[in-house]
Structures are given as C-alpha cells and as structure tokens.
C-alpha cells in the first residue's frame, strides 16, 4: 500500500529539498515540495522533476498526487 510516508521517502531520497510534506489517505496525496532546484523552472518543468523522481510508481502505484512546488525564496515569502 502506497502510504505519505513512502513518497515522502522517495522524493527526499531523489532529490536535495529544504521542506517536504506529503498526506494522504491512501489513493489521493498532496505533497507541498520546496527545492532550490525549481529554480528557474516553470511551474509543469517542476511537477515534471518529481514525477521523474517518483518514476514508475506515479503510473502504477500512485493514483492521485498534488503538488505545490516552491523555491526557498517562494515558500519564504508565502509564509512571512
């Protein structure tokens, strides 16, 4: 069973990211994502990035997965 911790895993493991949140109940995930590897990449080039990172199991174990994606400066300035 996928779980958000297992993604949560897997993106952490395939790419360096200074805040990583994933929930979920099962079949339906949001992961709110922050990596200064964004930088400079429109906002599909970084849903691409951590698609590329989760690799097979976005097509046969995960059904579902929003994301808010954020470079340090972004997420830093959302949340003043």
């Known amino acids: 069973m996928v779980t958000p911790e297992s993604i949560r895993i ?3 493991k395939g790419m360096k990211t200074s805040y990583l ?9 949001e992961a709110v994502i922050v990596s200064e590897e ?6 599909i080039q970084r849903q ?6 989760l690799g097979e199991r ?3 174990d995960i059904h579902a997965l929003s994301m808010k994606t954020f470079t340090p400066q972004e997420w ?5």
């Open 10 to 12: 897997d993106i952490d």
């Open 48 to 53: 691409q990035r951590v698609n590329k990172t």
């Open 38 to 43: 964004f930088a400079g990449l429109s906002r």
């Open 21 to 29: 949140t994933v929930e979920g109940d099962g079949q339906h995930f």
């Open 58 to 60: 976005m097509t046969t």
């Open 76 to 80: 830093q300035e959302k949340n003043k």
